[in-house]
């Protein structure tokens, strides 16, 4: 093929088959401050629109009344940087299908996920809040006590998890007198402390070097 003034261009590669990206648009949050997530994305790419590089090396395209569009990404990459948005002070929409699922099975290993997967049609319907069943397990490794308040200590155990009174998490560990990473308490334990953890995961030493 010749196209006048620009010389010889090659014939485009044949596919053996059709290539596609799939797309996964989330209305997951009522309005996100894109100011923000600019600020705090360490995957930034452009402002208009706000992209962002995902962990996995996809990318998404975030829009100021709350939707998200994930290009190509993985279900765990979709569900760390939806975490990530809550972080940066999004407030999430209402999602009942998932907290119905979170109550069915609790926070399970990757594994024990993965089997239930392959029979449970309800999983399959929400991939995404699959995923959030494998991001809020320990995978076994340390324990997970939550201190939510409004909810009861039968719901939180029912998950998984050990529970503790919002009054007395506040009393032990007052957020007004810890400090970013290790802090020793009066009794001698020692408790690494993060502010914000879903931010503090995806943020460099540089930028929590103020907090």
């Given at each position: 093929?010749?196209?006048e003034?620009v010389?010889e261009?090659?014939?485009?590669?044949?596919?053996d088959?059709?290539?596609?990206?799939?797309?996964?648009?989330?209305?997951?949050?009522?309005?996100?401050?894109?100011?923000?997530?600019a600020a705090?994305a360490?995957?930034?790419?452009?402002?208009?629109?706000?992209t962002?590089?995902?962990?996995?090396?996809?990318?998404?395209?975030?829009m100021?009344?709350?939707v998200?569009?994930?290009?190509?990404?993985?279900?765990?990459?979709?569900?760390?940087?939806?975490?990530f948005?809550?972080?940066?002070?999004?407030?999430?929409?209402s999602q009942?299908?998932?907290d119905?699922?979170?109550?069915?099975?609790?926070?399970?290993?990757?594994?024990e996920v993965l089997?239930?997967?392959?029979t449970?049609?309800?999983?399959?319907?929400?991939?995404h809040?699959?995923a959030?069943?494998?991001?809020?397990?320990?995978?076994g490794?340390?324990?997970?006590t939550?201190?939510p308040?409004?909810?009861?200590?039968?719901?939180?155990?029912?998950?998984g998890y050990?529970?503790l009174?919002?009054?007395e998490a506040?009393e032990?560990?007052?957020?007004?007198?810890?400090k970013?990473?290790?802090?020793e308490?009066?009794d001698?334990?020692?408790?690494?402390?993060?502010?914000?953890?879903?931010?503090?995961?995806?943020?460099?030493?540089?930028?929590?070097?103020?907090?």
């Amino acid at each position: 093929m010749y196209d006048e003034g620009v010389g010889e261009v090659a014939e485009p590669a044949a596919l053996d088959e059709p290539a596609y990206i799939v797309l996964t648009a989330v209305h997951a949050f009522e309005r996100l401050d894109l100011r923000v997530i600019a600020a705090r994305a360490d995957g930034w790419l452009s402002s208009s629109p706000t992209t962002v590089r995902l962990a996995d090396g996809s990318y998404c395209v975030c829009m100021r009344y709350g939707v998200v569009v994930f290009v190509g990404s993985s279900d765990t990459a979709r569900e760390d940087f939806l975490e990530f948005l809550g972080a940066c002070g999004a407030e999430r929409k209402s999602q009942p299908e998932v907290d119905e699922l979170i109550r069915k099975y609790g926070y399970l290993s990757q594994s024990e996920v993965l089997d239930l997967y392959k029979t449970e049609p309800d999983m399959q319907d929400i991939p995404h809040g699959t995923a959030h069943l494998v991001h809020g397990s320990s995978e076994g490794r340390f324990t997970i006590t939550y201190a939510p308040g409004g909810l009861s200590r039968e719901e939180i155990e029912s998950v998984g998890y050990g529970h503790l009174s919002l009054e007395e998490a506040l009393e032990r560990y007052n957020p007004d007198v810890m400090k970013d990473g290790w802090n020793e308490m009066p009794d001698g334990e020692r408790v690494f402390y993060i502010s914000t953890p879903s931010a503090g995961l995806w943020a460099t030493k540089e930028k929590l070097g103020d907090r």
